[in-house]
């Protein structure tokens, strides 16, 4: 079994053998399928040799594809094994297998991979999906792979290359962040916290009401300039009880079936695409908290608060640079007011609290 020390390998070896794996997957199956999509004011071209794929990653990003005529500024390549026949390359196939054996060895808390992972080509393999993700920086090329698609779990579905596009997004001058967002074109308000604060709850109340949907788990901003951009279409209900509170959307469950650990999922550009917004500028950042009052208030918090609520939660989810992360959210929060959100009881009145902020 390979052992770390892999770092006396040139910085592109795996990408290019893993880049290698997908031309051959491409040879067995055919052409690969285009599908192009919008990330803020950049294009992002994947290339998938197998169906499978498609129908696992692509709804999640369904309402930001373009025309596949689109100069891309990033390309990524993605294949699975089970539906192309195509094999990891030795090297590789050890590597996976000795992370498998001992992932405290050869990965990060966050996944990254001990010896592979560079600041040209950072590498990941996410043991929960299986997940193999590597970005080459100088060329602005990525490589996906999972052995199996159809098994890949709810939440890669959901927020699907969203370590991938992390590291380019940073390269472009964005920032990925855990949090939700609602608002308008004219403005709207991040939502910040971990799961269970009410974000992803507040995010679907506001469907509806007046407000336009962004996220409820995952969206960027520009770096500099304080613009919110959508990542995902995707909307999550923390199982029966949530459902239960919110049952207009029991319909429109992806995975009725979930076991007790997962989430519902939900693809919102299927079924309320006139209720979504893909940006905005950022007027505020919401810290949201479940009280048991009557009736949901805001209060003024310190930058400081709101980051406390932003990065933790965002720098656990996403592999690369804690300090550039940092700095980008410590700035959006000293350039706009931040309050905690004190949902009542049922919340619905949420939305209003909301609009009334963002009022003129």
Known sequence: MLQPGAERLEPTACFDLMLAGFERAAKRTGP???????????????????????AALTPALAHLRVADEHPADLTVHLWDTRSTGEPLSPFVGLLTEGIASDPYQWLTARHEIVGISNARVPATLDQWSGAFSLYDRES????????????????????????????????VGYQSVH???????????LLAGPGGSGKSTTALRCIGSGLRYLADDYCMFSVGTGQAFSMYNTAKLNGIADLHRQPRFAP??????APDHEKFLMFLERHFA??????????????????HENATTIAEISPGEALAALGPTTLLQRPGSAASA?????????????????????ASDAPDVIAGLLAP
């Open 326 to 346: 940092l700095q980008a959210m410590g700035e959006l929060v000293r350039s706009v007011p931040c309050y905690e959100l004190r949902l009542a009881t049922d």
């Open 32 to 54: 690969p399928t285009e599908h192009c999509y919008r990330f803020g004011t950049h294009t992002v071209r994947f290339l998938f040799t197998a169906e499978p794929l498609v």
């Open 179 to 189: 949090a939700a967002g609602v608002g308008d074109t004219d403005g709207g308000v």
């Open 140 to 171: 602005a090329s990525g490589v996906y792979w999972v052995d199996d698609a159809s098994a890949l779990p709810y939440f890669e579905r959901g927020a699907p290359l969203r370590t991938l596009l992390s590291w380019w997004l940073s390269d």
């Open 252 to 257: 429109l469950v992806e995975n009725p079936d």
């Open 274 to 291: 006139d209720e979504m917004v893909l940006s905005f500028p950022i007027r505020a950042v919401l810290v949201p908290h479940v009280t």
